[in-house]
């Protein structure tokens, strides 16, 4: 208790916001957990944050004070309620459809976070099955796939999603499937250097040894081992792959109206952003807090993963 | 050394040869492009004709092995929409892309090295978590967003500068700066990170315990080690920030390649939408090489991996 005690202390008094003066307590077991979260600003922020985006996700249609898609053009941009003009009704004002901004930020969290998550399902699975073979067998095997990999890293991927996007006709479901497609790149590299880093550990050895067979291997031995690596990597995609969809959505070739999307929100106010800047200015801070925030989760996790380092 | 190049060279042949297949592959397989062409309201006939006329009733490896033959003598073939060859349209938009690029880097890395080794130099105080909310803030931002941001304050609100356009030097600060935030945090972290390895290294203490100034041993001796694996990244940032291009561009109407692209890809003008992403890619896979080679030549002991 006291070793890991002393260390936990050590680390997170390197940590931004920590106080150096800080006196080792000691510290109920049950609580080193709570304390090694908490103890880490950054990664409590992004915890928050995303939290309560994810309950604004699941909650919008209660929350939103208005339909998200409802048009009213008697009411058309609306500037919001600390604005001169602005009023209750419409708290972060409409938008040239006379549509409730707030009502639509709130559901545009729905779509931010859908993306984010199946796109570092699907890019997890792709990219770790790469990487976790090519690390594990060596040899040939990763010759061939680090080949794939250093192919996928030199492809444009902005400007191949939005080709692609533009014939296959941009939707939700075609953005989600392109990106998890094509944002695998940073799963496959960190599986591998880490499994790589494991294939002689003992315990794998111990497991060969004994005959099991290689997916138990690959599965039980391996992956577990792994995992603080991935979930690190799978926050960083997240992040990634909202603000990909949030471009391809601004540029036109992402989601589609009327849905709610951050990107396509700004889209639509960019003509209006001279006279009226809030139009671009909320849905663009909504998407920077939200990425900032599973940033700082992902750093923050990274941290409790490795305590050796800020970097 | 020698070996080494040539491996590398031969990787990067090959992987281009694959790019161009796959994206070849890609854009004729995830559609049909005849009817992309011919538009909503063409009617079979009409898409049966463009088909035939444009070569798209071929079998897919012919269409390909014809579109190589050009590409390798950098013959691209005509643009659907321009009344003009595709090569004619690159080189014409590149020297935009590639200056908005150069200019891109050249302020990421005036930034971001120095604030690393000052953030490496002043570890833990607030000049360090200064520097390393620059790096989240730049990792957070949308950078089409940034690039509007600065519009609205600088070119329309302070009237500083032109918000569109690629006449003079003026038209490329705002989109520089746009681009290069999103290089510097990478940078940032990398320089930091190395300067406080090398700084905590054995030759380091030797040269302060030598007596060296404070300025020697951190230009001389550490920096030059630190900055290796920065100097590959801003390769990499740079192979990044011409493909990011097509998003700034398009925030600043600056008719480089990305702004190409886009209009190509809206305007389903599949052999420069073609052309530009196989360019692009090369650009990257040019500029690794070199990183590789430099970061070879500097650090021997990469060569033998």
């Not at chain 1, 392109?178 to 591998?192: C, E, N, P």
């Not at chain 1, 690959?218 to 990634?240: C, D, F, Q």
């Not at chain 1, 589609?256 to 909320?282: D, R």
Request: hydrophobic share 55%.
């Amino acid at each position: 208790m006291t070793t890991s005690n002393v260390s936990a202390t050590v680390s997170s008094a390197r940590r931004p916001g920590a106080s150096l003066g800080e006196v080792p307590l000691p510290v109920p077991a049950w609580s080193r957990v709570t304390r090694r979260i908490f103890g880490h600003r950054g990664l409590a922020i992004g915890l928050i944050v995303v939290g309560l985006a994810v309950l604004i996700a699941i909650f919008a249609p209660l929350l939103a004070p208005h339909d998200p898609y409802h048009q009213d053009i008697a009411n058309r941009m609306v500037p919001p309620v600390w604005h001169d003009k602005g009023s209750w009704v419409h708290v972060l004002g409409t938008d040239k459809l006379g549509r409730d901004t707030l009502s639509r930020l709130l559901f545009g969290t729905r779509i931010s976070l859908t993306i984010g998550l199946v796109v570092a399902l699907i890019s997890g699975i792709i990219g770790t099955t790469l990487g976790v073979l090519a690390g594990y067998f060596g040899g040939r095997v990763d010759a061939v796939i680090s080949y794939i990999i250093t192919t996928r890293l030199a492809m444009p991927v902005v400007l191949v999603a939005l080709a692609l996007a533009s014939l296959t006709g941009g939707s939700l479901i075609t953005v989600i499937l392109l990106l998890g497609l094509l944002l695998w790149d940073r799963f496959a590299v960190v599986s591998r250097s880490v499994t790589q880093q494991m294939r002689d550990a003992e315990y794998v050895y111990a497991a060969r040894t004994l005959g099991c067979s290689l997916p138990y291997i690959l599965l039980r031995e391996v992956l577990p081992n792994i995992a603080g690596s991935l979930i690190v990597v799978m926050t960083l995609e997240m992040a990634h792959a909202i603000l990909l969809e949030a471009t391809l959505s601004f540029l036109g070739m992402g989601v589609q109206p009327p849905l709610p999307s951050w990107g396509l929100m700004v889209a639509e106010g960019k003509a209006y952003m001279f006279f009226q800047p809030w139009v671009i200015a909320i849905p663009g801070i909504a998407l920077f807090l939200l990425v900032l925030a599973i940033n700082l989760l992902g750093d923050g996790l990274r941290d409790l993963n490795a305590p050796g380092g800020r970097n | 050394m020698g070996t080494f190049i040539f491996r590398r060279v031969l990787v990067a042949m090959s992987v281009a040869l694959t790019i161009s297949i796959v994206s070849f592959m890609l854009l004729h397989l995830s559609g049909d492009l005849a009817t992309s062409i011919a538009g909503p309201e063409a009617t079979a006939e009409q898409v049966e004709q463009i088909r035939i006329d444009y070569g798209l009733d071929q079998p897919i490896v012919n269409q390909y092995l014809d579109w190589l033959g050009g590409a390798l003598t950098f013959d691209f073939g005509h643009s659907y929409y321009y009344q003009s060859t595709v090569v004619d349209l690159i080189v014409d938009r590149m020297p935009i892309t590639l200056t908005l690029g150069g200019v891109a880097l050249a302020l990421a890395v005036s930034i971001s090295i120095p604030l690393g080794v000052l953030a490496a130099l002043k570890r833990d105080t607030w000049v360090d978590r200064l520097a390393l909310l620059f790096a989240v803030v730049g990792q957070a931002m949308p950078s089409f967003w940034f690039g509007l941001t600065l519009i609205v304050v600088f070119a329309v609100t302070l009237q500083w500068l032109p918000a569109a356009g690629s006449d003079g030097w003026q038209h490329f600060v705002l989109p520089a700066i746009a681009l290069g935030y999103y290089a510097t945090p990478a940078m940032m972290r990398l320089t930091r990170t190395g300067m406080l390895e090398v700084l905590e290294s054995d030759y380091i203490r030797t040269a302060r315990a030598k007596g060296l100034r404070t300025g020697a041993v951190i230009f001389k001796h550490a920096l030059r080690n630190a900055i290796i694996p920065v100097v590959a990244l801003a390769a990499v940032e740079l192979g990044f920030m011409l493909g990011g291009s097509v998003v700034i561009e398009s925030v600043f109407s600056l008719n480089g390649l990305g702004q190409l692209a886009w209009d190509a890809i809206s305007r389903n003008d599949y052999p420069v939408v073609q052309a530009v992403v196989l360019i692009i890619a090369l650009f990257y896979i040019v500029l690794t090489l070199l990183a590789d080679v430099a970061n070879a030549a500097l650090d021997p002991r990469i060569r033998t991996r």
